[in-house]
């Protein structure tokens, strides 16, 4: 709302707003909660305080970045509610959205919330501080995205470059924001000047990412091994650049952790292995060893599984006999042949007479 005689940023000078000056600014009124003042948009100076209120028809509270401010919280005659929210000794890290919500909803919707934007222009914070995970920026598809660089000052010109590049993009700007556009895989600052002095960034990343249904294949090295030696399984996933891999098998159920390692197949685009090894195979390893896979983006899962035997010594077991009395006809080719299953491989000879054939 555009209030007469006011600028759309209402910048209020001095230590402390009275309430006086409060009752002269007209409510903002949406789904039934009032702000005063009402925004939606403040610019406060530096080291002041500040009172900002907040009323419903049911409970209110004043929270920002998701978490409850301290405030004073009163019921009034008339069966209102209101929550005083006071800012003492502002600094540029004050700058940020505030939003006045119902505290107990009682059949109201759920998300009916009321913004506000607060600037406290502050010469010595430049850009504010973002989180590790927001200067990383991952895409799926191209689409608008914002990198997130904001100043506390609204009269600051920003403009946004390439790391390794003095040029300005044409990107627009929003001072509560930051840059929103479509963005090639590449580094980013941005860059404005307090007073005389240049000030830049964090960097941003953006990344484009391949991501798919998943399609999950395990494999082992052997699936039966004496005890003593090694088990070694890979789990391998196409189509993906990001995943996450979880493994089940005996030894991590009793408590015995074993670290898989992950890594990219260089050969083979969009192919990420994660291989678990466990050495000196116990006879308690034998079992079921399942390999999960999920991806968060799309939500996408998928697994396999692979059973792995652990014998205590090798063994040979014959899976059929041969008679002990066979026919052949004159001049024609007759083929003797044993099944057996076997760890580790064995040599396998034929005698004729205690003579070794072949």
């Known amino acids: ?59 209110v509270v004043w929270e920002r970045m998701t978490q409850e401010l301290p405030q004073e919280m009163a019921k009034a005659q008339d069966n209102t509610f209101s929550s005083v929210l006071t800012l003492t ?43 590790a995970e ?108 990001v995943v996450n891999f979880e493994w089940m098998y005996p030894r991590k159920e009793s408590g015995r952790l074993v670290e898989p390692v992950t890594d990219f197949l260089l050969d083979m685009p969009y192919h990420i292995r994660s291989i678990l090894h466990i050495p000196s195979a116990e006879l308690e390893d034998s079992g079921t060893y399942t390999c999960n896979v999920t991806e968060s983006v799309n939500d996408h899962q998928d697994e396999k599984a692979i059973n792995i035997t652990v014998v205590e010594s090798g063994y040979v077991r014959l899976l059929g006999e041969v008679g002990a009395l066979q026919f052949a006809e004159l001049h024609r080719s007759r083929t003797l042949q044993v099944v057996f299953e076997a760890y580790p491989p064995p040599t396998v000879l034929w005698f004729k007479d205690n003579r070794t054939l072949g």
């Open 134 to 241: 927001e200067l990383f920026i991952f895409l799926t598809e191209i689409t608008e995205i914002t990198i997130p660089c904001r100043v506390t000052d609204p009269q600051l010109v920003v403009t946004l470059h390439e790391k390794k590049g003095d040029i300005a993009l044409p990107v627009p700007y929003d001072h509560q924001r930051g840059f929103s556009g479509i963005f090639e895989d590449r580094s980013y600052i941005c860059k404005t000047t307090i007073g005389d002095r240049e000030v830049d960034s964090d960097a941003y990343y953006v990344y484009r990412l391949q991501v798919s249904s998943i399609n999950v294949s395990v494999n082992a090295v052997q699936t039966v091994v004496r005890q003593g030696e090694n088990i070694t399984l890979m789990c391998i996933v196409i189509g993906n650049e």
């Open 89 to 131: 000794n502002l600094t540029g890290l004050d700058t940020g959205e505030y939003f006045c919500t119902y505290n107990d909803s009682r059949g109201l919707e759920p998300d009916e919330r009321k913004r506000l934007y607060i600037f406290v222009p502050d010469p010595t914070v430049g850009f504010l501080p973002n989180d």
């Open 1 to 59: 709302m555009r209030l007469p005689g006011a600028m759309p940023a209402l910048a209020l000078k001095g230590q402390l707003l009275l309430l006086p000056l409060l009752l002269l600014l007209e409510p903002q009124v949406s789904q039934g909660l009032v702000i005063t003042p009402p925004g939606p948009e403040l610019i406060l100076n530096v080291s002041s305080t500040f009172v900002l209120t907040c009323s419903g028809s049911a409970p």
